[in-house]
């Protein structure tokens, strides 16, 4: 699979993901871990979700620069623009499923299940991409390197920090827990397992050891008959 097209990939997969974020917000049942903080000052700023999440990565990618010094290679900064491009989609996924929003909560499930289908199915391609993370990830990395510190481990912890802010932010704040609910705990336990799920079924090692996108799932080879 060609450079260009495991890029094309990887930012196909960040507006999914961007998408999925969204639409499990619109739920009302929880934002994801690291929407949940920014989503938080949403409530009592004029910013909107794209813009504060934008400001974040843009924090966590100076922080990696910062850990990783030497070590930090100059094509990460490629992470700034595909940031931007995360940001926008959130803000217009955010309206294009404002139609979503229901106070009934059988809909509001149906509408989680969605995103977090979709949140899933981004990280998944660019786990196939293979070529850049987003800041999100990219702290964790930087992180578990410079400390030696086991990378789901230090993920872990990143998003509970996450969440843990939100909290303290809504609860100091507006009074209420807002953002955080059963929605951000589905997308912390399901979107690595269902993630796992796609790129077990959607991909495979090429001859290099790389994975690639095979979709629909490619068959196996049959195999020829040796002569009698």
């Known amino acids: 699979m060609s450079l260009a097209k495991r890029y094309l990939i990887f930012v196909i997969g960040v507006i999914i993901q961007s998408a999925g974020i969204a639409l499990i917000t619109r739920s009302t049942l929880g934002s994801p871990p690291i929407s949940s903080a920014p989503f938080v000052i949403t409530k009592f700023s004029d910013y909107s979700l794209g813009e504060l999440t934008f400001v974040l990565n843009a924090l966590l990618l100076l922080g ?16 700034l623009p595909v940031t931007v491009v995360f940001a926008m989609g959130l803000d217009l996924f955010m309206k294009i499923f404002a139609w979503t929003l229901s106070s009934h909560y059988l809909i509001n499930v149906a509408v989680l299940a969605c995103g977090e289908l979709l949140l899933s199915t981004g990280v998944a391609m ?17 992180i578990s390197t410079v400390c030696k510190w086991e990378f789901g481990r230090v993920k872990t912890c990143f998003d509970c920090t996450i969440v843990a802010t939100a909290v303290i932010l809504s609860l100091t704040v507006l009074h209420t827990l807002t953002g955080v609910r059963e929605g951000t705990l589905a997308a912390a336990l399901l979107t ?20 690639v996108l095979t979709w629909p799932h490619a068959a196996p080879k049959k195999r020829r008959k040796l002569p009698k």
């Not at 990696?64 to 992470?79: D, N, P, V």
Request: glycine share 8%; aromatic share 8%.
């Open 64 to 79: 990696q620069a910062l850990l990783l010094k030497k070590r930090f290679r100059h094509i990460q900064l490629l992470q």
């Open 126 to 142: 660019q786990v196939i991409a293979n070529v850049l993370m987003l800041p999100g990830e990219g702290i964790v990395y930087a």
């Open 192 to 211: 690595g397992i269902t993630a796992r799920f796609l790129i077990s079924h959607c991909s495979r090692f090429d001859e290099n050891g790389a994975l």
